[in-house]
């Protein structure tokens, strides 16, 4: 399926939210270099560097479960830089991912 700009928008916000703004920075120690974060459904949504000690609050794989449950999608990420592919990732999801529903 091909995805339109209104339908990942969404994602990309809960990500820059949670992370800060995308295409970040840092040098120092407890940083991670050239994350990416992705989504199998709207591929990668969000990427930069993560400093460990300031911006997360709850630590890392709580702020990746965190997104996971805002837009109910299982949500890995990447420590490559260049192309990634999803078995090179580690993925990290909310407890119950639920299929969205139309409201009917």
Partial sequence: ??????????????????????????????????????????????????????TLEGGFRDSLRSLSKRINQRVCFSLASGTFEFSDSVCESAEIVQPLTTGD
């Fill in 1 to 54: 399926m091909f995805w339109q700009e209104e339908d990942v928008q969404p994602a990309v916000n809960a990500a820059n939210s949670i992370f800060g703004e995308p295409n970040q920075y840092f040098y120092g120690d407890n940083v991670f270099k050239n994350v990416t974060i992705m989504t199998r459904e709207y591929g990668k949504i969000w990427f930069g560097d993560i400093q460990l000690d300031e």
